[in-house]
Nanobody
Framework: QVQLVESGGGLVQPGGSLKLSCVAPGSIFSIYVMGWYRQAPGKPRELVATIANSGSTKYGDPVKGRFNISRDNANYAVFLQMNSLKPEDTAVYYC????????????WGQGTQVTVSS
């Protein structure tokens, strides 16, 4: 059983910042594409950002210019720095590990709630 352990969610005012963290097993971290997705109530899960082991990144349109994804290969961790947060960023954020490009599986964290409200 692959476990992705997330932390860092919470309540923040509009315009504020939060940083999410996710730790993955070393066996998959080095070869899988790591990412963050989010799901708001009544909406489908959507891409926030992904980062490959090469460092190549991809962002969903709603967060471009405000969020930054990074990874710490030595500690098998991926981070999501969220700045200029808006109420519409409120959602459960899920860490994701995608190994389908290398014949592996897809794994999800348990989710962490981010609420942007005054």
């Amino acid at each position: 059983q692959v476990q992705l352990v997330e932390s860092g969610g919470g309540l923040v005012q509009p315009g504020g910042s939060l940083k999410l963290s996710c730790v993955a097993p070393g066996s998959i971290f080095s070869i899988y594409v790591m990412g963050w997705y989010r799901q708001a109530p009544g909406k489908p899960r959507e891409l926030v950002a992904t980062i490959a082991n090469s460092g190549s990144t991809k962002y969903g349109d709603p967060v471009k210019g405000r969020f930054n994804i990074s990874r710490d290969n030595a500690n098998y961790a991926v981070f999501l720095q969220m700045n200029s947060l808006k109420p519409e960023d409120t959602a459960v954020y899920y860490c994701n590990a995608d190994g389908t490009g290398r014949g592996g599986g897809v794994y999800w964290g348990q989710g962490t709630q981010v609420t942007v409200s005054s």
